[in-house]
């Protein structure tokens, strides 16, 4: 089991409070989305704008579907990881519960795209989030709504490392999360 220690000092440490404009840091240093050190990643750099998080993404050949046109699992990731972002403003972990893609035009390789996500609404421990990607035209291609669920920092020391190391095994009888999870206080310091 990752040290949970350790694991909320990493929030702490990411937490912000980030102004509007800043940078965000990665998730991890190894986030398929977001982590520098994932050779297989998107290695997407988000920035927050007001109540929202916005970034630039080029799709590259390692992402193909169909010839030239970026699969549409590829799209789902950073329209997730994107959206995971809002995490540093809600101040609290969450995990994706739900995604829903809507694929509206083919999302083409070597082509900038800006994707911009916003919490729609907040119930309990759950929050809304919508996303869109689109072209520098403004044509929006896809667009995806998700539901987080937040949870304490147990789920993620129950579950594997923060970075690096190799993730934990799932214990058998342990793999879901025993009942409710609460959300972990605010990590601003
Ligand atoms: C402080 C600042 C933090 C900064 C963070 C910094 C670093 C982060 C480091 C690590 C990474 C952390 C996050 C990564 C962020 C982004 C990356 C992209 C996101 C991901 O890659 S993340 C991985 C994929 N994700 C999962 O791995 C989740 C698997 N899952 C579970 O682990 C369980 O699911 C759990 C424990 C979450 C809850 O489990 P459970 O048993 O307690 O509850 P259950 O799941 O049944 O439902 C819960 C509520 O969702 C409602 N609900 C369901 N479906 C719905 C729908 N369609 N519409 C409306 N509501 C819906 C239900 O109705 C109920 O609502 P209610 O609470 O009102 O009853």
């Known amino acids: 089991m990752a040290d949970v220690e350790a694991m909320l000092a990493h929030w702490a440490e990411r937490a912000g409070p980030h102004p509007d404009g800043a940078m965000l840091p990665p998730h991890h240093e190894q986030c398929l989305g977001c982590g520098p ?3 297989h990643g998107h290695h997407l750099q988000v920035n927050r704008r007001g109540d929202g998080v916005a970034a630039d993404h080029v799709f590259d050949d390692r992402h193909v579907g169909a010839p030239g046109v970026v699969h549409g699992g590829a799209v789902a990731t950073v329209l997730d990881d994107l959206s995971g972002f ?3 403003l809600v ?8 995604l829903t893609v809507d694929y509206l035009s083919p999302v083409l390789v070597g082509v900038t795209y800006r994707m911009e996500a916003r919490v729609t609404s907040r119930e309990d421990r759950k929050f809304f989030v919508a996303a869109t990607l689109s072209d520098l035209d403004g044509c929006t291609v896809a ?3 998700a539901v987080f669920v937040t949870v304490g920092v147990e789920h993620f020391a129950r579950h594997g ?3 690096g190391g190799s993730p934990t095994p799932p214990v ?3 793999h879901r999360d025993s009942g409710r999870e609460g959300a972990v206080g605010q990590q601003r310091g």
């Open 161 to 163: 490392a923060v970075s």
């Open 91 to 98: 101040g609290t972990p969450a995990v994706t519960r739900q």
């Open 143 to 145: 667009t995806s709504t």
């Open 37 to 39: 050190d994932n050779a």
């Open 172 to 174: 058998a009888d342990d």
């Open 86 to 88: 809002l995490l540093y």
